[in-house]
């Protein structure tokens, strides 16, 4: 098709160009003299994309789901008790892997397209007099229903429990997109990948650790080979990696923590919001509700949408790839059907969203759901523009 395609699902998101030359490179000698300067530039940007101060971030060739399994193995003992808020298919994964890595979690269950509960968390804490607990795993931006949980509410709440268990956030979909605060939430690990807010293909895992959770990693008795923390901070101190670094990745990395700074953390969040909160006004036009309960809690940085009943989600995902050139996120697991996605996260202005929305809403109209072409995108250019 002639034109651009649109790559509207929340990751892979679009590689801006600027990504995509800084990765078009020759391979380099991981192992030469000059390349620990490198390694450094790389490892010591990355803390301040979730305003980081103490601590350490790593990077593995791998993906965000690795990282998921990465924080748990370097910090808890065979066997060790979490607790877990269950509300989409990430939260639901998150808890997967740690049961399959023979960890035990205590699981709340909340609805699809709510939150975490900072009041049940506390509750769930409080009633561990034995501080059995070792952890609590939070998804921080559930990516199959489009809400974002206050990862500062769950913190307070593990605070007036006065527990000492560690907080391990996935913020695959929100860091470098949403605002993530590692240091004032009292995150210990967050946990996220290189396709989404950073704009870059996959094949990057990016762990951030606390100092506190650095401190659990040398006694730490489950066994791990490639994950193996101490392996990588022993490298990491000399500029290096343990095994071969996938450099191509790398380069974009460096090129997009440039990009992401010199935009500035706070004005790329920023920036989300804005767009999201057009794309929730064209959805309201087009009479459709959100997978999202509560305006509060919906994401920056993808919106879920729900189709009428009577209708699959799968044949507007469908009409719209086949016919408008525009991808779709499908709906997953549970809302499969019931709703699509639009991402809006990474590489994204109010234009190029503009004629995404354009194309949802002729997808819409194909499938049969009663929207009125243009309502949805004028709602948001209401949004978007800029009055003098
Ligand atoms: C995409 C995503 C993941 C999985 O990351 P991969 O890089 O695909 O392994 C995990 N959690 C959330 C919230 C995500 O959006």
């Known amino acids: ?9 929340p990751g892979p998101t679009p590689v801006p160009d600027r990504l995509q030359r800084a990765m078009h490179r020759q391979m380099e000698d991981h192992r030469s003299s000059t390349f620990p300067a490198f390694t450094r530039s790389i490892l010591s940007r990355l803390p301040h994309v979730v305003h980081q101060t103490r601590g350490e971030a790593f990077v593995f060739p791998a993906t965000g789901s690795a990282m998921w399994e990465a924080a748990l193995v370097n910090t808890l003992n065979p ?7 269950r509300f989409g298919q990430f ?9 399959n890595l023979g960890y035990t979690v205590d ?11 900072p009041a049940k968390i506390e509750a769930a804490l409080a009633a561990d007099t034995a501080h059995e607990i070792q952890g609590v795993l939070l998804v921080h931006n559930e990516t199959a229903t489009g809400v974002t949980t206050d990862v500062g509410a769950v913190r307070a709440a593990i605070d007036r429990a006065k527990h000492p268990a560690l907080l391990f956030v996935d913020g695959v979909s929100s860091i470098a997109s949403l605002d993530f605060r590692f240091d004032d939430w009292g995150v210990d690990l967050a946990i996220t990948g290189s396709q989404k807010g950073f704009m870059l293909p996959a094949g990057l895992g990016i762990l951030y650790a606390s100092e506190k959770a650095l401190s659990r990693v040398d006694a730490c008795t489950t066994k791990r080979a490639y994950f193996d923390l ?11 990696f343990p095994s071969t670094p996938a450099l191509s990745l790398l380069f974009g990395l460096d090129e997009a923590l440039t990009m992401l700074l010199e935009e500035g953390m706070d004005k790329v969040a920023t920036r989300h919001r804005r767009l999201a909160t057009g794309v929730r006004a064209a959805v309201k036009a087009w009479g459709l509700r959100e997978c999202a309960t509560r305006p509060e809690i919906a994401s920056n940085s993808l919106t879920a949408v729900v189709v009428p009943e009577g209708h699959d989600a799968r044949k507007v995902i469908e009409i719209a790839f086949t016919r408008y050139d525009i991808a779709l996120g499908s709906g997953l697991s549970e ?22 929305l354009a194309g949802v809403e002729m997808a819409l109209c194909d499938a049969g759901i009663a929207v009125t072409l243009g309502s949805g995108v004028g709602a948001a250019l209401q949004h978007w523009r800029v009055p003098s």
């Open 1 to 9: 098709m002639a034109g651009r395609h649109f790559l509207q699902i």
């Open 91 to 99: 939260s639901h994964l998150f808890i997967q892997t740690a049961r």
């Open 107 to 117: 699981v709340l269950e909340e609805p699809w397209g709510e939150v975490a509960d």
């Open 335 to 356: 809302v499969a059907g019931k709703v699509f996605r639009i991402g809006h996260l990474g590489d994204m202005n109010a234009l190029t969203l503009a004629g995404a």
């Open 79 to 85: 066997g060790a008790r979490l607790l877990a808020p």
């Open 230 to 240: 101490r392996a990588m901070r022993a490298n990491n101190v000399q500029g290096y």
